[in-house]
């Protein structure tokens, strides 16, 4: 329990170590969209990629939004050393955080804001037309005596001031604009809201009530600003409860179980627009009574918040701001085979549980003090250049072949145990594609531990699909190899093939 904690906690704090305030923050650290573009539609319905419009520096209409984004610290933009790595991705959006104390480190008034670094966060988004889920966070000490928790009820105003602000600023009207008039459409308010307190800190997850209040205040003012905005809820841990384990509360996480309810039951539900929580694989077995059918459970997890969101007559789209999974050799066990199997799987999943975006975290290697390498390329700096993992090169085989898929329906036979099998639909191809894969087959050691090394226990299974014949593609999509109606002796509009842990691609003729 203690190195669930900790992976939690070291994920968390270095986020924060990222940005110019939040040195301050904690150790623990579309969708419907009513922006410019067409709504949304349902997740497999999108219109194809095109190349956005450019002109004199100026981005006229921003990417075709798709479910595939990727998470970025700090400046953006072509002089950036990772630029190359993020245009070359196939990500059509970004998530980056901004502090509110950046802006306005003493109280003063939106003309003479600092607008600086928060321009420089968003440069992306005007020179690539990158849409971008920017994360408020780093709140001013004139204004509220922790960093990432409660603003006091008298300064609520000041905070709306600053949103409202904010999003004028990139709204893309011409009044009032950053340089180029680039537009973001998704504002998120703060990352993990749902943590307790550490230490002297304190977070809003033990203030649900505070949360709903301080969303009732900014609300009017952003959608004044800009009617077209998305208000996007904080994306919640959502797992490692401090109640997970009442015998042994040093054991437990930092997160609030029921800050989700204490929000939305003091009438939170009308002021936003998106739902948000973070996915990590740790956690998924929290999630199900049965692994070995359902993981990594990202879909499992979706259900139940957004069966929270339904006890109170709220339906919000969800989106997921953080999932990812390391390859390096640790606890959790790491590897690039287990880092390109979670691309793959969670990418699946997410389509599955009608998630319309979901953010890689992050795309590159933090470095330093956090131990796990997540990113979809290694850390970078201006003496070490970024060299692109194998997860890297899946994550573009889906933002590729995978743009425009809808959820069809999940094939189970009453013999599997541990198969994982979705079809898909690519509308734009007009084409059948399965994702299929097997989970461990002992969910007490899925990723080890110090006690028990990581043991590989996905197992090989044959399985028959309909179609008179498919392409079988392996996770960077080289063929495997061609099947036919009759592989297996039997001529009756369907093929067999061999699967294992590894996530494979099959397109299928019917």
């Given at each position: ?42 997740p ?21 939004l ?21 245009v070359?991705s196939?990500?059509?959006?970004i ?53 990432e928790?409660?603003i ?98 040093a ?18 539900g ?36 957004r069966?929270?969101?339904q ?13 990812g ?5 640790m ?24 998630i ?5 975290w ?16 290694t ?30 329906k ?35 050691n ?49 093929f ?15």
């Open positions: 329990m203690e190195t669930r904690y900790g992976f939690r906690l070291q994920r968390s704090g270095t986020n924060r170590i990222l940005a110019l305030v939040l040195a301050l923050t904690l150790a623990i650290t579309a969708v419907a969209p009513a922006s410019a573009q067409e709504p949304a539609a349902e497999g319905n999108e219109t194809p990629l095109y190349l956005p419009s450019i002109l004199d520096n100026k981005c006229y209409q921003l990417r075709t798709s479910r595939y984004g990727v998470q970025l610290y700090g400046a953006t933009g072509e002089s950036t050393i990772l630029h190359n790595d993020l070359a196939g990500a059509s959006f998530r980056n955080e901004i502090s509110w104390a950046g802006a306005e480190p003493t109280n003063t008034t939106p003309d003479k804001y600092n607008w600086a670094g928060i321009d420089s966060v968003a440069a992306v988004v005007g020179q690539g037309c990158y849409n971008m889920v920017m994360t408020i966070l780093g709140n001013p000490l004139w204004a509220a005596p922790d960093v928790g409660v006091p009820a008298e300064n609520l105003p000041e905070f709306a001031e600053f949103m409202g602000a904010l999003v004028e600023r990139y709204d893309g009207d011409g009044v009032d604009d950053a340089p180029g008039s680039p537009q973001i459409l998704y504002f998120e308010l703060y990352n993990e809201p749902d943590a307790g307190p550490a230490g002297s800190m304190q977070r809003w997850g033990e203030h649900g009530k505070e949360y709903a209040a301080m969303l009732k205040a900014i609300y009017p003012a952003m959608k004044a600003a800009n009617p077209k905005v998305n208000v996007v809820f904080g994306g919640i841990a959502y797992d490692f409860f401090t109640d997970t384990d009442p015998e042994n509360p054991d437990n996480g930092p997160f609030v179980r029921k800050f989700l309810d204490d929000v939305l039951a003091n009438g939170a009308p002021y936003f627009d998106i739902m948000n929580y973070h996915f990590y694989p740790l956690f998924g077995v929290n999630w199900t009574d049965d692994y070995l059918m359902d993981g990594p459970s990202l879909v499992k997890k979706t259900d139940a918040i069966a929270v969101l006890k109170y007559g709220v339906n919000k789209p969800i989106i997921i701001t953080e999932m999974w390391h390859n390096n050799a606890y959790p066990h790491g590897s690039d085979v287990l880092q390109v199997r979670m691309v793959v799987q969670l990418y699946a999943q997410s389509i599955v549980a009608g319309p975006m979901s953010t890689w992050p795309l590159s290697d933090i470095g330093g003090a956090y131990l796990q390498d997540s990113g979809l390329v850390y970078a700096d201006e003496d070490t250049a970024p060299v692109r993992k194998p997860a890297y090169t899946v994550f573009q085989v889906l933002t590729r072949e995978l743009a425009n898929v809808r959820f069809v999940r094939i189970v036979e009453k013999e599997w145990t541990n198969n994982v099998v979705y079809e898909f639909y690519d509308v734009a191809n007009q084409r059948t594609i399965y994702v299929a894969w097997t989970n461990p087959t002992d969910p007490t899925i990723w080890g531990s110090k006690q028990r090394p990581y043991v590989d226990t996905t197992t090989a299974d044959n399985i028959r699909l309909d179609g008179t014949s498919a392409t079988v593609y392996d996770a960077f999509w080289q063929v495997k190899g061609t099947v036919v109606d009759g592989n297996d002796g039997r001529t009756d509009g369907r067999q093939i061999a699967i294992n842990g590894d996530p494979v691609f099959i397109v299928a003729r019917k």
